[in-house]
């Protein structure tokens, strides 16, 4: 393994581990919230949320990317990048403020005009983030960043739950979010030296390599949040509300896992992009890596749904699931789809990102205004996972042509945990059937357990049968067993 590929691994496993605890404490802070508020009261904050989101997008410019991608940046680039970001974001906070009474009316929901107020002053807050803590990234020094990020988690969570049983109203969920935003910034000084000055000295190097990133970033959004717009509009606030807590628990592949694994893998893809070959390797490592982790969660997601929302959120979020076992399908494929975007990226072709995300988006416009019509919150669902198919073609033969990389090369990195992931869900559908149907939270959670145990269990076993069928290759089944073994030795030796 080179040297560059050691780096993206070790902080891969510092992000994923990062995820894993981030995941593990939202998992608890979601259970808690579902059971003390109403979809409705979730539904409402995502109808802010939406517009937080699209006024991001004024100072979404990839800044973060330039300065990891160009590796002289200093603090003439630090700076102004800094600059920008604050005063776009206090650009982008008056405008979300002013458009408060509008998304009230848009809506039909009053509550929501003081809800987007509060949730503009965190924007603004947020604005004068310390830009410092990129080099954390840039470094590849992800033990920084993962200290960083898990003490914003951490502070978040803390505010969150005691006000959620203080208030039992959506407006734990908008004070939380203000006060998580304070936090972060203040960390932001606390984790990092760097003391940012305004400045616009490199704007025009800055703007030039972010055009392409802001396209990027609208299109991202708009095959992000679409179906949000279409839901809180015709359906309203609590089937709203359940898309949401559906859309978050069944993109996790991509949220909770992989996310973290590409965060980790650009800055290694940035330093090896003028090497064809290493960069080759390199994606095939991280994308088996992905598939590895990936698969297993979005199909064990889709297995799992039917217990895992009456014993987990309760009865009140049933029309959650299949809802969530469509959009765990989803989550797998895009899960397999996100990495690539890094090598557009580290080998200076933005352009392509923007242009498949508008592609992709293009398709998931007609399939949402069609899916909603005949089939509701459902159509939505599908219609996410028909786009994402329909670009899986495309975006393969382009990544073919830029990495000079033959299908076959991937197909032996995923088919593995594929299949691995298949004989997985049959053994949990197997049992499923074969016990009697649970009743009462006790017995819900018990089968959910044992479901859970039987899958992990027969997903390790047929990804162990079918690396060594395959002749052992070095593959991402080879590192993570790797790890596990030296793991093992090192409690070993401190048990004995």
Same mark, same amino acid.
């Given at each position: ?7 993206i ?5 510092w992000?994923v581990?990062?995820?894993l ?5 939202g ?11 109403a979809?409705a009261d ?12 699209a ?6 410019f990839?800044l973060d990317v ?10 003439a680039?630090?700076d102004?990048a ?10 982008a906070a ?14 039909h929901d ?6 987007v107020?509060v ?5 603004a &807050?947020?604005?004068f ?13 992800f033990r ?17 739950i005691p006000?959620a049983?203080?208030l039992r109203? $959506?407006?734990?969920l908008v004070?939380?979010?203000?006060v ?10 606390m984790?990092?030296? $760097?003391?940012?000055?305004l400045?616009?000295?490199a704007?025009a ?9 802001m396209?990027?970033?609208l299109?991202?959004f708009l095959n992000?949040?679409?179906?949000e ?12 509300? @359940?898309?949401?807590?559906a ?7 991509t ?16 330093? @090896?992009?003028?090497? =064809?070959?290493?960069l080759?390797?390199?994606f095939l490592? @991280?994308?088996g ?19 895992? @929302? ?7 979020w049933?029309?959650a699931?299949?809802l969530m076992?469509?959009l765990?399908?989803?989550g797998?494929?895009q899960?397999l789809h ?7 990226m580290?080998?200076?072709r ?6 498949l ?9 007609i399939g ?12 939505a ?10 670009m899986?073609p ?10 000079q990389?033959p299908?076959?090369?991937?197909l032996?990195? &995923? ?7 298949l004989?997985?869900?049959?053994? &949990? ?18 089968? =959910? ?9 027969? $997903?390790?076993?047929?990804c162990? &049968?079918?690396w ?9 089944e080879?590192?993570v067993r ?8 090192? =409690? ?5």
């Amino acid at each position: 393994m080179s040297d560059i590929d050691r780096k993206i691994a070790t902080g891969a496993a510092w992000m994923v581990a990062f995820k894993l605890i981030d995941r593990s404490l939202g998992l608890v802070s979601t259970i808690v919230l579902a059971r003390l508020l109403a979809p409705a009261d979730f539904g409402l904050v995502a109808m802010a949320t939406v517009i937080i989101a699209a006024m991001q997008l004024l100072v979404a410019f990839g800044l973060d990317v330039s300065l990891i991608q160009n590796q002289r940046a200093g603090r003439a680039e630090f700076d102004t990048a800094w600059t920008i970001n604050l005063l776009f974001g206090l650009l982008a906070a008056a405008l979300i403020a002013a458009l408060g009474r509008p998304a009230a009316l848009y809506y039909h929901d009053a509550r929501l005009e003081a809800v987007v107020y509060v949730l503009a002053i965190g924007f603004a &807050v947020q604005a004068f983030a310390n830009i410092g803590p990129v080099t954390f990234r840039r470094e590849m020094n992800f033990r920084k960043e993962f200290n960083f990020l898990l003490a914003k988690r951490v502070a978040l969570l803390g505010v969150t739950i005691p006000l959620a049983f203080m208030l039992r109203n $959506y407006w734990a969920l908008v004070a939380g979010q203000l006060v998580g935003a304070l936090i972060s910034v203040l960390l932001s000084y606390m984790a990092s030296s $760097y003391r940012p000055r305004l400045s616009l000295v490199a704007k025009a190097e800055l703007f030039h390599h972010s055009k392409w990133l802001m396209l990027n970033n609208l299109t991202y959004f708009l095959n992000m949040r679409s179906a949000e717009f279409f839901v809180g509009r015709m359906l309203g606030a609590p089937a709203l509300g @359940v898309y949401t807590i559906a859309y978050e628990v069944a993109t996790l592949p991509t949220t909770e896992l992989v996310a973290p694994i590409n965060r980790a893998a650009f800055p290694g893809y940035t330093k @090896v992009a003028g090497d =064809l070959p290493q960069l080759q390797r390199s994606f095939l490592n @991280v994308i088996g890596m992905i598939a590895l982790f990936g698969l297993p969660a979005g199909i064990g997601i889709a297995a799992v749904a039917d217990l895992m @929302v009456p014993a987990v959120l309760g009865d009140k979020w049933l029309p959650a699931i299949p809802l969530m076992q469509v959009l765990a399908v989803y989550g797998a494929l895009q899960a397999l789809h996100s990495n690539i975007t890094y090598i557009y990226m580290a080998l200076g072709r933005m352009h392509l990102v923007g242009l498949l995300g508008l592609g992709q988006f293009l398709l998931l416009a007609i399939g949402l205004v069609t899916g909603m019509r005949y089939w509701g919150l459902n159509g939505a669902a599908w219609a996410y996972v028909m786009a994402t198919v329909l670009m899986l073609p495309v975006t393969k033969w382009l990544l073919g042509r830029c990495l000079q990389l033959p299908l076959r090369a991937l197909l032996a990195h &995923v088919w593995r945990p594929l299949a691995a992931s298949l004989l997985m869900a049959g053994a &949990v559908l197997a049992l499923k059937w074969a016990l009697p149907t649970p009743q009462g939270t006790a017995a819900l959670l018990t089968t =959910l357990l044992a479901a859970v145990a039987l899958g992990a269990l027969v $997903y390790g076993v047929a990804c162990e &049968v079918l690396w060594r069928s395959a002749g052992r290759p070095a593959s991402s089944e080879a590192v993570v067993r790797q790890k596990l073994q030296a793991l093992l030795q090192r =409690l070993w030796r401190k048990v004995r």
